[in-house]
């Protein structure tokens, strides 16, 4: 199939809600200020590590920086950094707002921006549920929010015309992050047998694909959260992916049934909106 007939495919089913998106971090580089917050792993731990000494073997290692922080000056010391990282506001791309127009049932997003839910603003028939750290929360794997930012009933999801699914947390509405070492033991030691997924997702994500967008798949961490995400979801799965993939994620892709759509992210978004060129910011 070629690049405009499976992108003309791909458009069909993200408006008839049979394609969930799933957004990682490099969806920033399609935000004109979206420099203004850290966009990866390593850009994250840079900007932590600049206010908090770590040892230098976990300079250049996120979760273990985090929890060496979260250790020796307090959980709120780290997410205190988290908020100030995410603080500036970054405004939704041309991608972030037509998918935000589509009647999604489910956006999934792994990164801790609010970008898509600045996008999903102007609109009342939507929620989101993120995943809290069992640090600061004993009262489940989720918190559930309202369109408004008003804390929900997770039951409140069967209403909603689009649930935004945030496994990591995100930093709206409450500041919520999985981040340390602490944070994903707990949560990959449950997430094989799917507990820590809110069901309504389970139900959401079975027969419909995924489009990956931003994302990489180059560690473990990332190949985990799409890994048990995508699990029993239907279909052909894909992923706009320019950069030359690793072995890993080759080998990854090829056992999850994810195709690679070798467009750079900002002529795909293009083509995919009919916004013609966005020029990625320099």
């Known amino acids: 199939m ?26 920033l580089a399609l935000c004109a200020d979206g420099s203004a917050v850290p966009a990866s792993p390593l850009e994250l731990v840079g ?14 290692k996120l979760p273990g920086a985090a929890q060496y922080i979260e250790n020796f000056k307090h959980r709120k010391t780290l997410k205190n950094l988290m908020d100030t990282a995410y603080a500036p506001a970054v405004t ?7 998918l935000a127009a589509q009647p999604l049932p489910l956006i999934v997003t792994t990164w801790y921006d609010d970008v898509m839910g600045a996008a999903l603003a102007s609109r009342s028939d939507w929620g989101r549920i993120q995943g809290v750290s069992q640090a600061e929360h004993r009262d489940g794997w989720t918190h559930a929010f309202a369109a408004d930012g008003s804390r929900a009933d997770p039951l409140s999801a069967l209403e909603w015309t689009t649930l ?3 496994p990591t947390g995100a930093v ?11 944070d994903y033991v707990e949560v990959l030691t449950e997430i094989d047998i799917q ?11 079975s027969e419909r694909s995924f489009l990956f967008l931003g994302c990489r798949f180059d560690d473990q961490l990332a190949r985990s959260w799409a890994r048990q995400i995508s699990k029993r979801s239907a279909g052909r799965h894909y992923a706009v992916l320019p950069e030359e993939p690793t072995k890993n994620e080759l080998r990854f892709m090829e056992e999850y049934g994810i195709e690679r759509i070798e467009l750079p992210l900002a002529e795909f978004a293009a083509r995919l909106t ?6 990625e910011p320099a």
């Open 92 to 98: 939704p791309s041309p991608l972030h707002a037509w």
């Open 274 to 279: 009919g916004a013609g060129a966005i020029a």
């Open 195 to 205: 507990t820590p997924i809110p069901e309504r997702v389970q139900q959401l994500r």
């Open 164 to 166: 935004l699914y945030q």
């Open 47 to 60: 900007v932590m590590t600049k206010k908090v000494s770590v040892p230098h073997k976990l300079k250049n």
């Open 2 to 27: 070629s690049d405009d007939m499976l992108i003309d495919t791909l458009r069909a089913e993200l408006a008839a809600g049979r394609v969930v998106p799933f957004l990682g971090p490099g969806l």
């Open 172 to 182: 709206a509405p409450a500041g919520n992050y999985i981040v340390s070492d602490s």
